[in-house]
């Protein structure tokens, strides 16, 4: 099946290179962007985050963080790198990976399989679930962010959804025009390119991704896949 541009990562995320100074997702590179987030594909998410943890161990001692702070670890580490953010009152179920100078904001609840790479922030009452936060990428204030991948410079403006479920739990659909062309995946967010800003209260349906540079204004609800500096008001 032939895709658009705005499918694959080298479009989306062009200013991410390998190796880099720190653990980054290596993302798809012959396939669309969204196959990472599918369990059962080759170097998916969840494989890399297992191989990550299992790999890294932590650089800073979890033990010594404020007792407001807590951990899940019955099903794999946190790992939080030295330099990270970790403000009060914060909860993560691992496996998951926060990245050096994240900023993890009190009240975030950080999920299994988040993978929240430097400089990143997940804001308060921000949950992130299963998910790509990439370099400089911010979900700040109330977010749902689920299944999804966000880009560099990506910022999510307060109360924004990123929905990851249809409402009869089926096949996620990406819609291509006119077209209707099944991801293959039940559970299926958004992918957002470098630079997308998504102003208060929007939400993305299922499926939905978004080429560098566009703008979702407040209010709004975007479904589909569309280009670069598209705008959506």
């Not at 009240?107 to 679930?129: D, M, N, P, Q």
């Amino acid at each position: 099946m032939e895709w658009p541009r705005e499918a694959f990562s080298e479009t989306l995320f062009p200013s991410l290179s390998h190796p880099a100074p720190e653990p980054i997702p290596i993302l798809p590179e012959s396939q669309p962007s969204w196959t990472i987030l599918d369990k059962s594909s080759a170097n998916s998410l969840q494989q890399q985050m297992d191989k990550l943890v299992s790999n890294h161990s932590n650089s800073r001692d979890l033990k010594k963080l404020p007792s407001s702070i807590t951990l899940d670890e019955s099903n794999g580490p946190v790992i939080i790198e030295q330099s990270a953010i970790v403000e009060p009152s914060t909860h993560f179920i691992g496996p998951c990976y926060i990245g050096n100078e994240a900023v993890i904001r009190h009240g975030a609840y950080v999920r299994e399989y988040s993978w929240i790479c430097s400089t990143a922030v997940v804001g308060h009452a921000s949950e992130v679930k299963h998910s790509i936060l990439l370099p400089g990428a911010k979900a700040p204030h109330f977010n749902y962010v689920g299944d999804s991948i966000l880009g560099k410079a990506v910022n999510l403006g307060a109360g924004v959804k990123l929905s990851n479920l249809r409402n009869d739990g089926e096949e996620v659909f990406l819609r291509i025009g006119d077209d209707r062309r099944p991801s293959g995946l039940r559970k299926f967010g958004a992918i957002l390119g470098e630079g997308c800003q998504l102003g208060c209260n929007a939400v993305t349906n299922p499926g939905t991704i978004l080429g560098r540079n566009s703008t979702v204004w407040p209010n709004v609800t975007v479904t589909g896949v569309h280009g670069e500096n598209s705008n959506h008001r």
